[in-house]
């Protein structure tokens, strides 16, 4: 089958080839064949090393596709089923999985994030965090893959898969924005984006969209940022809207040190400072003793919008459906699985919101 595959961390030089090999499903996997894959900014931080990622590998970890094959074990899913690919799988048993913080299980992600379903040549070759949606077909865990009617695009499918509910669910989930309530968010790219439309739908009053780039402030106005600000123009902003006292939530949807620190900045005393962007293990945010108890902010890290992908993908679904949430609006432009490569570098331009490949 055809994939792409990078082969030397660092590097961000991908290969194409029409000779990968992938497993059949054993049990308790299945085969999906993948028809709709979305580029994140992770899959740029697996290259260059901000995320850690063994090589060679596959790339992609947000896709949608069609279910081909079937292991033994998973009887709740069948060859035709339309599947949206969940990049750390709730495995339903483990303290998080039944504390209600499925998101945070790690036991089935740790475990196929080290283990090779793909092959070309005889040389194994890893899936993004145990995935690797930039080939045809892949074999993951039944718990990896969450079924959407067929009526529902693969695009749509696959944005669902990381971008937005990582982003609406910081909004809904990890913060539970207010209504009423003023809000920035820093990145205008699709985490971000997804961030303002859940600020929206929360009722936010205010929607702050900071950005470096021109044309990603129009953008973010389209996704509901009420204005949309050069990063030195955010104090005169925070000064008209409230007063100078700061947000009630800032979203950090970039993953350097600098916004972690703009965040917490405009966070106004009290408000809260949550951390979505993926940042390097030595980007650094600094606190003083002082700030951190005077301020009373409260500082979350956002991991895959807090969500259950079990029931956040449906809810996702029903928000998209009923014009609640712009998931279309989002594409920016569609490729074909050969420009992968040059569509995860565009990313370091940052005038992308999603570039979605097609099979
Ligand atoms: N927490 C999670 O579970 C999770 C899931 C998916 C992605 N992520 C992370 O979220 C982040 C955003 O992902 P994305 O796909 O939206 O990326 P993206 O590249 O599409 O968007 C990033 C945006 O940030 C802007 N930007 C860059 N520097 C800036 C600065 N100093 N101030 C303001 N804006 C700046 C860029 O112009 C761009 O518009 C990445 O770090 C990604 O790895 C986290
Ligand atoms: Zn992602
Ligand atoms: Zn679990």
Same mark, same amino acid.
């Given at each position: 089958m055809r994939a792409a595959v990078w082969y030397e961390a660092g590097s961000e030089v991908i290969e194409y080839h029409d000779d990968v090999e992938v497993d059949n499903p054993g049990p308790g996997e299945v085969k999906v064949k993948i028809h709709a894959a979305g580029v994140c900014h992770s899959d740029l931080s697996a290259m260059n090393g901000t995320l850690p990622q063994p090589a060679p590998a596959i790339l992609g970890h947000e896709g949608a596709g069609e279910v081909i094959a079937v292991g033994e =074990?998973? %009887?709740?899913?069948? +060859?035709g089923d339309h599947v949206i690919i969940a990049?750390?799988?709730?495995?339903?048993?483990c303290k998080a999985c039944l504390r =209600?913080? %499925?998101?945070?299980? +790690?036991n089935i992600m740790f475990n196929i994030a080290g283990s090779t379903h793909f092959s070309r040549g005889g040389t194994p070759l890893f899936g993004f965090?145990?995935?690797?949606?930039?080939?045809?077909e892949l074999v993951v865990p039944r718990q990896a893959v969450v079924k959407m009617a067929e009526d529902v695009p693969y695009e749509i499918g696959a944005l669902i898969g990381c971008g937005v509910t990582t982003g609406v669910g910081a909004a809904?989930?990890?913060?539970k924005v207010k209504p009423g309530s003023n809000v920035v968010v820093f990145g205008a790219g699709g985490v971000g984006v997804a961030a303002i439309q859940g600020a929206r739908i929360a009722g936010a009053a205010e929607i702050v969209a900071v950005d470096t780039i021109d044309s990603k402030l129009e953008d973010a106005k389209r996704f509901g940022a009420t204005r949309g600000v050069k990063p030195e123009q955010l104090d005169d902003a925070s000064g008209e809207i409230t007063g100078g006292e700061g947000f009630d939530y800032a979203f950090e949807c970039v993953g350097v040190a600098a916004t972690f620190r703009a965040a917490w900045d405009a966070t106004r005393r009290g408000g809260t400072t949550v951390i979505v962007g993926a940042g390097r293990q030595d980007a650094v945010l600094e606190l003083n003793g002082f700030e951190l108890f005077f301020s009373e902010k409260k500082l979350l890290g956002s991991y895959y919008g807090s969500a259950d992908v079990r029931t956040e993908f449906h809810r996702l679904i029903r928000l998209w459906r009923a014009g609640?949430?712009?998931?279309?609006?989002?594409?920016?432009a569609r490729m074909p699985l050969e420009e992968v490569g040059a569509g995860i570098t565009a990313l370091q331009s940052g005038e992308i919101i999603r570039q979605i490949v097609t099979f």
């Open positions: =074990g998973a %009887a709740d899913i069948a +060859v990049w750390t799988p709730p495995c339903g048993q =209600g913080e %499925a998101n945070l299980c +790690v965090v145990g995935t690797g949606t930039f080939a045809e809904l989930n990890t913060a609640r949430i712009d998931l279309e609006g989002m594409i920016s």
